[in-house]
């Protein structure tokens, strides 16, 4: 990872229900955006889940993904766009990292390629860079919740599917941060370094599947577009994450 370039950081799994944690995570951020642009990417699987309970929605997932019927969409817009992103606004700038929040299709940022099998769901995909490269340009840090829209409609997207979108619009490095200390092996170890290839491999073997094959998706995708690796790490530990952009061997490096 250069200093040259944007970094991308997507903020997910339990992280958004530990404030201790989140806390100690956007202090390392302010450290790192001391010397590089930053911009942050979350979902909130686990709000949205308790807000669709509260409401009375039943929920599930296909291969890692949430289905989302349109009736749904102003419950999960709420918990995503509106609660965890206020909050994790806030969070942000008592860091001092001076965010702004946003939905990924502010300003054309995302373009977005429907999925009507899941229901109002959508694929991002790099859009128009004018809005977050100003916003960085002028030292601010977006943080952006992962819902778009189409057509005036409201739309749920994978967050770290959004991640690498954004990461792939802005020419910059990726993070994607969960609740694992990066992708395992079926003995539990961490793989320091995955290629396409292997990656293939352990796919058709059932090793990665569900929302950690979702990650992995998007890393490939955005490993082969950028030709740069892209690092999938834990959360628990944020005090590593500066180590980890110095070159070290912190979670798992996905090459194309």
């Not at 099998?117 to 952006?144: N, R």
């Amino acid at each position: 990872m250069t200093e040259a370039t944007p970094l991308v950081v997507k903020l997910g799994g339990r992280l958004l229900q530990e404030p201790k944690a989140i806390a100690e995570l956007l202090a390392v951020c302010q450290q790192i955006k001391a010397n590089r642009p930053l911009l942050l990417v979350h979902g909130g699987g686990a709000q949205v889940e308790s807000w669709l309970h509260t409401f009375g929605f039943v929920t599930e997932k296909v291969d890692g993904q949430r289905v989302s019927p349109p009736e749904q969409m102003p419950v999960i817009a709420g918990a995503l766009a509106g609660a965890v992103n206020a909050e994790l606004v806030a969070l942000a700038d008592q860091a001092g990292l001076a965010p702004v929040g946003l939905t990924l299709g502010a300003g054309g940022s995302c373009r977005f390629e429907c999925t009507p099998a899941l229901g109002a769901v959508a694929k991002a995909l790099p859009g128009q860079p004018a809005l977050l490269q100003s916003l960085l340009q002028q030292h601010f840090t977006p943080v952006l919740s992962s819902i778009g829209h189409y057509d005036g409609a409201l739309l749920n997207v994978n967050a770290d599917l959004a991640a690498a979108a954004l990461c792939q619009l802005l020419q910059g490095d990726l993070l994607l941060l969960t609740d694992v200390p990066g992708i395992l092996q079926d003995d539990g170890r961490v793989m320091t370094k995955l290629s396409a290839a292997e990656a293939k491999v352990l796919v058709a073997e059932g090793v990665i599947k569900g929302g950690m094959k979702v990650k992995l998706d998007a890393a490939l995708d955005t490993a082969q577009a950028l030709q740069r690796p892209i690092v999938v790490a834990g959360w628990q530990q944020p005090e590593l994450l500066l180590p980890l952009l110095a070159g070290q061997a912190v979670g798992t490096r996905i090459y194309p």
